[in-house]
């Protein structure tokens, strides 16, 4: 069963081909890894995803999820999947969430929308949420700001955001590059945990080699705007087929000590 | 290990600094609280630690870039001084900042930017073209402006600017966090050489902590403005003696494509304004003992009491 099928995707930015035919198959319950250097067209897919493509920018190809075409899709029928079906957690926890809205408001302006949930309900949902992020004192922190929070804890929030909606893909751009290694662990076993429990289709892009191996099933590797190297986790970490994906992991600074 | 063996005098001594950041209206924070290092000639010595634990206000109190509250640092016997906007006669240490998109100058070519280092050292027969070569990149680079280069070569060129000056101590603040995973290593590896060829002494502060482990010769762990931990990288790295340390390699995740979650610290790193009293890592050490709570373990290199010098 696939969740999310991107087929051919091509993005052309200002006569520049940032994309140039990527396939990738998301599947429920599987995290999917996206690796590559920047520039290489990871972020740019995760963002094509979502129709969020910068002005002037033409994609072909197909996105298809749950038998409809992202990439031909109205505004207004595009609209319902963003944030619905489809959620995104980005890379810098203190730009990604609004400054001057309390967390619950954020928490709960787009369920109410999506989900034409009532004050009461949403606010409920809202909490239980902060909960399964495992943010402390619940409550409490509906009513906080997101500069009230540390650096860990505004990226589980936007991980709560995401979630608000029930959607069936996430995707991650970098969730853990701005944050240090005892939170990153935290956050990586957080994610790990949500996609096993709610059978989310996860597409996680990052250039962490690391983070990547610890909990992406599939791991593809962007190059140019080309999957160059795609399969199961054990594989392309361990047996690496293609010279870009050796070249990447004989960069890392583990490789010479081991 | 016993002592910390600094064979020579050392270039570079910090001893029991407080550095502590004052806002009107607010209660002062320490965020250095007692550290002590020491750097040797041609050692390199990498601090790592969680962000804001302190490394930069430490590097920042180095370079004579702010006040010092209490405690002190010597180079080459010398006492630091806070840096004065017209004498600049402290130009043995020199620094490599985190972000080469803001600490080089816009509007000036690199090439000038570089000759200014030139002229502190009274050096007139390098040329910037050759301190470009000695980074890896072409002679001819000199007469771009800083906009015409990529992340990496940006900060290149400021390894170029800080070795213009001759200096006898290095200082990278992070210097590889902003740069691409391929381009980290090697520039970590060229600080490295370029500092040992010269003779003058590394002081590279990082969070990843895989690459302090291929650069550095000795680490210091530092948490919540203390040095917890300090000693040689492949003893640190083989048997982590504190806490903090062991909870820091755990969490490393490696690419070895087993799917291993890496292990997790709970809890947050304390407010800097308050530190919890007695041990500063007591309220998320897996192994607190009651006396970690009251008594604060002041010593080196393992500031634990699990570690105590006999």
């Not at chain 2, 290149?156 to 691409?180: C, M, N, Q, T």
Request: some cysteine.
């Amino acid at each position: 069963m696939t969740a999310l099928d991107i087929a051919g995707l091509k993005v052309t930015i200002a006569g520049r081909d940032v994309l140039r035919g990527v396939d990738l198959r998301l599947e429920p319950g599987k995290v999917h890894g996206l690796a590559g250097e920047s520039g290489s067209g990871k972020t740019m897919t995760g963002l094509a995803v979502l129709g969020l493509l910068p002005h002037g920018s033409r994609a072909t190809g197909a996105i298809r999820l749950g038998g409809r075409d992202l990439l031909t899709l109205p505004p207004k029928e595009l609209n319902k999947v963003r944030g619905g079906e489809v959620a995104m957690v980005f890379q810098d926890p203190a730009t990604s969430l609004h400054p001057m809205l309390t967390v619950g408001r954020q928490l709960t302006e787009h369920m109410r929308h999506h989900l034409g949930l009532g004050k009461a309900e949403a606010r409920a949902r809202a909490v239980e949420l902060l909960g399964k992020v495992r943010i402390p004192g619940a409550e409490e922190a509906y009513r906080r700001y997101p500069h009230q929070f540390s650096g860990g804890m505004r990226q589980r929030i936007a991980i709560a955001v995401a979630l608000a909606c029930s959607p069936k893909v996430l995707i991650a751009d970098e969730p853990t590059t701005a944050l240090d290694v005892t939170v990153q662990a935290g956050v990586l076993r957080l994610l790990r945990g949500l996609c096993d429990e709610l059978g989310l289709a996860v597409l996680l892009v990052t250039h962490d080699l690391g983070v990547m191996s610890a909990v992406a099933d599939e791991v593809s590797v962007m190059k140019d705007g080309l999957v160059v190297e795609s399969g199961p986790r054990v594989q392309v970490l361990r047996t690496p087929e293609h010279p870009y994906t050796r070249s990447l992991l004989e960069s890392l600074p583990d490789a010479e000590v081991r | 290990m016993t002592p910390l063996p600094t064979t020579t005098a050392p270039l570079l001594a910090v001893d029991d600094l407080v550095v502590e950041h004052r806002t009107p209206g607010r209660p002062s924070v320490r965020a250095v609280a007692g550290a002590s290092l020491r750097v040797g000639p041609g050692e390199v010595v990498g601090l790592v630690g969680e962000s804001g634990c302190g490394k930069s206000t430490l590097a920042r109190a180095v370079c004579g870039l702010g006040p010092v509250s209490a405690g002190s640092i010597t180079f080459e016997g010398e006492p630091v001084m806070p840096l004065g906007l017209r004498k600049r006669r402290h130009t043995g240490v020199q620094m490599v900042f985190q972000d080469p998109y803001t600490s080089l100058n816009p509007r000036r070519r690199v090439g000038d930017q570089i000759a200014d280092g030139l002229r502190t050292a009274g050096d007139t027969a390098t040329s910037p073209a050759d301190l470009l070569e000695r980074v890896g990149l072409p002679r001819e680079f000199a007469g771009r402006h800083p906009h015409e280069f990529s992340g990496g070569q940006r900060q290149r060129v400021a390894i170029a600017r800080a070795l213009a000056a001759r200096p006898r101590l290095l200082i990278g603040d992070e210097p590889i966090s902003a740069l691409d995973a391929s381009a980290q290593a090697q520039v970590a590896r060229l600080m490295r050489d370029l500092a040992v060829e010269s003779g003058a002494g590394l002081l590279f502060i990082s969070h990843d902590l895989s690459v302090v482990r291929l650069i550095a010769d000795r680490v210091a762990v530092m948490y919540l403005g203390r040095i917890v931990e300090v000693g040689r990288t492949e003893e640190v790295w083989a048997e982590p003696r504190h806490p903090y340390t062991k909870a820091l390699l755990a969490a490393i995740p490696h690419p070895d494509g087993m799917g291993v979650l890496p292990a997790e610290l709970p809890g947050d790193v304390p407010d800097p304004a308050a530190p919890p009293a007695g041990c500063r890592f007591h309220p998320r050490c897996p192994l607190v003992m009651d006396r970690c709570r009251e008594e604060d373990p002041a010593f080196g290199p393992v500031a634990c009491w699990l570690h105590e010098p006999k």
